[in-house]
Structure formats: C-alpha cells, structure tokens
C-alpha cells in the first residue's frame, strides 16, 4: 500500500470532498514523472483506497472508507509512537448502560470458575460497560483477547465462549470480556472486575473512563 501518496491526496482534500486532479499536477506534488504518478493512482484505486471518475481534461478523485481507515491506522501508529505511553495502550469511551445480561452470565459457575482460576479476581455479579471513542475503536480491534473462557452445558442450555484481556481503570485491574458472537459490536467494551466499578469509581452514564490495557 503507497501511504504516502494516500496521505498527499489527503492533505489536498480527497478526503473530504472529490478532488479534480491531472496526473501532470499530482506528479508536481509527488515530485515524481506523470507515468510514476499514474502508475500510483492506478495502484490505489485497484487497492480499492480511492475511486476515480475520468474527465475529459482530468479527473476527480475520492478517497473510500477502506482510504479512510488506513490513514486512520497510520494516525494511530504514529499516536503510540509518539504518545509517550510507550507500549502502553489506552482505551477511551464514555460510559454507557447495558441490556442488563451482564449480571446473569457473570452470575454463572461455569464462567465464575474459570474468572477465578485464570483472572485472579471473583468478579462482581455485572459488567462496566464503555462506548468507545472513534480513535479507541481503532486500537481495540488491534488487541487480541488471549485468555479464553470455555463454553459449558446447564441444566441442557448451551452457554458460548469468549476471551478476555487485563486491564486497569484507575487503581482497579479487571478485564475486558468479549462473547465469541458474529454480530458483537466494535464500540463496546464491557469490563468486569472484584467491585462494581460504578460505585467504587463513583462515576455513571456519560462519565468519560480511560481504561489501560496491561499484560
């Protein structure tokens, strides 16, 4: 993927609205041959990162969602980089209330068990749940849940698996649990932990939490 010719068509407005633009103009701004340039803007259109519509004495051209989400990537990359927090990654959202399902599987020995054994923690019956930001979204499908949790069989009920990952919201470590769903959404996190978090944190709907992801 050429980054950085994404980035240049970017910083011209491609982004935001469709950008007329001859291969003779880009080649200046890539300071590049008009064969090069072409050959870029070819490269990024079959990569499906731009789409471009012919006209008679140039062309106009748009960045796609899938441009978007790449440039979005390298913003982060660099985020981390720079951002001080070495390894360290955060996750940002504002707090939100769930369907309520939380307190029942929680609740659950066959899960309550295996919490226990590989978390450390027995965790309060209920989970935290968190809207992520936009940026946040980005980084949480970059985090890999590598503690699984098995399904198991009740009373001839079936209940699925999921996996988890540590964390710690202020001076609490819990740990983010993702059901193994097809449908689960990207913007939500739900965190359990040994108290419920609402009341130790004082903090409610539409609080803003940064929740740290530690090994």
Known sequence: ???ISLKKLALLGAHNKPLELSSVEFASYMDSSQQTASRKLKALEDE????????????LISITK????ALQKELYDY???????GSNKILSGKVITGL?????????EGYRKQFREKLGFDP????LNIKLDTQSIELRKRITGHIRIS???????????????NVRISDIEGAVITPERTHYPEDIIEIIAPMNLRNHLDIRDGSVVQVEVIK
């Open 79 to 85: 985020q981390e980089i720079f951002s001080g927090n």
């Open 100 to 108: 309520g399902e939380g307190q029942y599987y929680i609740s659950l």
């Open 66 to 69: 899938n441009g978007l989400l």
């Open 48 to 59: 499906n990162l731009i789409s471009r519509q012919i006209l008679s004495d140039g062309q």
């Open 124 to 127: 309060y019956p209920g989970t």
């Open 1 to 3: 993927m050429d980054i």
């Open 151 to 165: 399904g198991f069989t009740d009373e001839n009920r079936t209940f699925g698996k999921g996996s988890c990952f």
